[in-house]
């Protein structure tokens, strides 16, 4: 027979509760696995934010002349406002065992492929487009599955 929390879940609460203690919630599935990808890619977007926003291992200023910037600081800003602070969140939610984690993870994903769709007219198709995409689409799947709209 399946032990069950205060909620009736079928889940053991796991910390102490008691009068006035909220149990900490059991942990998600994939949560480990989202806090990790999402971690990861934030730190990578912010090496890159560094990277453009410091003009260092840039594409050519050219790329940008058709939207009228004339220097890559402002992708460096978008790519850590759309891309490494999405994803530090989704890291923070993961590591507090938020109930959120898995919608965080949805928008983070949805971001980072917006920011791929912004990007390749841009600069064109590479072999660091191909793999974030693919981890946009991981965000993604490990969202929905964290939400358990994809099944456990």
Do not use: K, N
């Amino acid at each position: 027979m399946a032990a069950t929390g205060a909620s009736g879940t079928g889940h053991r609460s796991h910390g102490a509760a008691g009068p006035g203690l909220a149990a900490t919630p059991p942990p998600g599935p994939w949560r480990r696995t989202l806090g990790l990808v999402a971690g990861v890619t934030s730190v990578a977007a912010i090496g890159g934010a560094v990277q453009l926003i410091t003009g260092t291992y840039t594409p050519p200023v050219s790329d940008l002349e058709p939207v009228g910037l004339h220097s890559w600081v402002v992708p460096g800003l978008w790519l850590a406002a759309s891309v490494a602070v999405p994803c530090a969140c989704v890291t923070l939610l993961a590591w507090h065992r938020s109930p959120r984690v898995g919608t965080a993870a949805i928008a983070a994903g949805l971001l980072l492929g917006g920011e791929l769709v912004v990007q390749i007219p841009f600069v064109g198709l590479d072999v660091l487009q191909a793999v974030m995409g693919i981890v946009a689409l991981a965000l993604l799947g490990l969202g929905f599955a964290a939400r358990g709209i994809c099944g456990h």
